[in-house]
């Protein structure tokens, strides 16, 4: 293992000036740097130095870290490399392209939760709202005192990389001609009631408010590893093999080799590793591959975790119209330490919002001929919930069922909420709560939010941040990782995405991945 | 796999209760007048096998809920428009949580097409190009 002198010998600031945004046309890409799977029919043998598997938050970052210390990288993406002007308006064909199992991905338990994955170039970065949180300070002390990870989880290793993320990808609070109504109402209703409102800092470079966040930025705006650090990489060196899912890692005498992969034109691609296997493949790919591969710590699929949300809906006087403005802009943490729940704007294109507006046959459409006065927010829970990852039947699975713990904190966020709608001047609010009416229109009735059951099952559940499954400890009983980032069971064979983290962390975790994947892979580069 | 004859009507009895023509001035589309066949066709292709099966579960337990939700043998698409509002109604406030998902999964379907045509786009959000892009 790497000593800890060693580690802050190591570069902690990128030396590089921003590269900018990659314009997303394929011919300013190094020759022969992309190998679309479609293309590999019989089986092919490439070696490197690392192999990378995943192109999204982690992935892309550590591929880039390590291309740029001069290592002979392959990236290994499952889905296709979706382009900016490919990107549509309509939902459906994102799903079909972008999602994994086309949108239709269900978590398994008490309830069934969507949860909404990326699988594309940039993975969950292309298709999310480019939100940018660090890492709290309570949760670095969490992790510290309850997972022993805090030699390597702390402050002096990932503020640098917080540093270095916020100035590669230009991160900054979204801008006030671009808000839109949906994030300017919650803000009204927030400071009418003497709620801290914030404006979300993004990921973007010229956003214009169209608010396809989860279909792809039209505009190329929003900053995704598809932009960034997978193109950079490519740049330094790397090569990237789209549309190839990888297998199984291989390994021998106790060290990791290389990677299996296939490819959507049913070939074969074997890519060794001199040096390493980096695996950011999310946290419920990574778990598995981990098994495929043959490990068999018991940690491997435990203690999944994750942000499960809801939504609530405020019918006003005004137009809001959730098509026009950020995606997602307004926030409130007021809540989360003290209630683990965080407040956010969320502005959901018809086809998803319809879902939640009550009623069938011509009720529905005369509510949906009224859209354009709907706005749309969530409740995102830091869940105590915990539970586990496996395959059945050669498909991915996760089990995971929320607490009635849980369910009161979505409660009390989703009354807050409604609090928020009514001081904005709603009308009308829409908890999609089972047994509620389907609109409440007073606030007096808000005590109904408060008496509904704890039970999962009254809810409508969506999970997005997941966290856990492979996490990371001294302890090889309880814990996949160890504190270089490698298996227990297996040298070289590193994990650098949210798989690691010993729990979830109560905000949006995009940048925490990012950071914790730079720093792993510069600590990597040294190592190996 | 390609849906079933029988399969189809009973999809098309159901998407035209849920998203039916004329019910609104301002929104006179239904949802019979897209390409339901080829988007649902589209759709189901693009699942694994289990959300396939969970969507075509979905619109053939609607379709014959009638005769559990109004103990009446037909199929929601033979129903008059009061009729289908009652046994809509039931699924939606049914007690028992498979049969509210099972509902809500037939109407986010329809959704995912309705919402998207840009007739429908046009009066929800002022305009809207959804159904062009989906064509394109």
Known sequence: MLDLDTLHRMPTAAQTEPPGAFPDDPESLPPGSVVEGSTVHGTEAQAFDFVVVGSGAAGGVAAHELAEAGFRVALVEEGPWVRTRQFQEAVQPAFKAMYRNGGGFVIQGRTFIPLLQGVCVGGGTTVNSAIAWRLPDDVYADWAVRFGVGSVLNERNLEPCFDDLERLLEVHPVEEHILGRNNTLMRDGMLKLGIRPHVIDRYARGCRGSARCAQGCPNGAKLSTALTFVPWALAKGATLFTEAKVQRVTHAAGKATGVVASTSGKGTLRLSARRGVVVAASTVQTPTLLRRSGLRSKAIGEHFMAHPGVGLGALSDDVVDLTKGVTQAMETIQFRRTHRFKLESLALSPELAAVRIPGFGASLIRRLADFRRLAVWGVQVRAYATGKVDMLAGADRVRYSLGPEDVRIAKKGLRTLAEIAFASGAREVMTGIHGLPETISSPDQLALIDAAPDDPRYYMFIATHLFGAARMGPDSRSSAVGLDFATHEIDKLFVVDSSVFPSNIGVNPQHTIMAVAMHAARTIAARC | ?136
């Open chain 2, 1 to 136: 796999m390609k849906l079933l004859s029988v399969e189809r009507r009973w999809m098309h009895g159901v998407l035209d209760a849920m998203f039916p023509r004329g019910a609104s001035d301002q929104l006179p589309l239904g949802i019979m007048e897209l390409d339901v066949d080829g988007f649902i066709e589209d759709l189901i292709g693009s699942q694994r096998w289990v959300g396939a099966m969970g969507i075509r579960a979905s619109f053939a337990f609607v379709a014959l809920s009638p005769l559990v939700t109004l103990r009446k043998p037909a199929t929601v698409g033979r129903l008059s428009a009061e009729e289908k509002e009652r046994a809509f109604g039931a699924l939606y406030k049914s007690r028992f949580y498979v049969v509210r998902q099972l509902v809500m999964l037939a109407k986010a379907t329809g959704a995912m097409l309705y919402c998207a045509a840009p007739q429908a786009r046009r009066v929800m959000v002022g305009g809207g190009s959804g159904q062009e892009a989906r064509d394109a």
